[in-house]
Nanobody, 123 residues
Framework: QVQLVDSGGGLVQAGGSLRLSCAAS????????LGWFRQAPGKEREFVAA????????TYADSVKGRFTISGDNAKNTVYLEMNSLKPEDTAIYYC????????????????WGQGTQVTVSS
């Protein structure tokens, strides 16, 4: 089993920045990739960014490329999402997911999830 704890959300003005953290514990050696997803009210959970745990390879949704950066600290078993130039449309609950088998852009590819952290961007 793997446990994930998301943190770092908050209220920020458009153009501002936030850094989200996802701390993993348990059988972390089993993990292949960690990803960030977000879900706005009335919408489906959508892919934001993901990182392969072993080599640091990353992938991003087009909507966040150039603004968000995902990174990992293996020693701390923590993944970060640095979010810059935030827009009101980035408002959502952000969830960290962990996959044992691959890097996926669909939520169904992830077996473990954090509890989510709210990000609100005001205009």
């Amino acid at each position: 089993q793997v446990q994930l704890v998301d943190s770092g959300g908050g209220l920020v003005q458009a153009g501002g920045s936030l850094r989200l953290s996802c701390a993993a514990s348990g059988r972390t050696f089993d993990l292949h990739a960690l990803g960030w997803f977000r879900q706005a009210p009335g919408k489906e959970r959508e892919f934001v960014a993901a990182i392969i745990w072993s080599n640091g390879d990353t992938t991003y949704a087009d909507s966040v490329k150039g603004r968000f950066t995902i990174s990992g600290d293996n020693a701390k078993n923590t993944v970060y999402l640095e979010m810059n130039s935030l827009k009101p449309e980035d408002t959502a609950i952000y969830y960290c997911g962990a996959s044992r088998y691959g890097l996926y852009v669909r939520p169904s590819g992830y077996e473990y999830w954090g509890q989510g952290t709210q990000v609100t961007v005001s205009s």
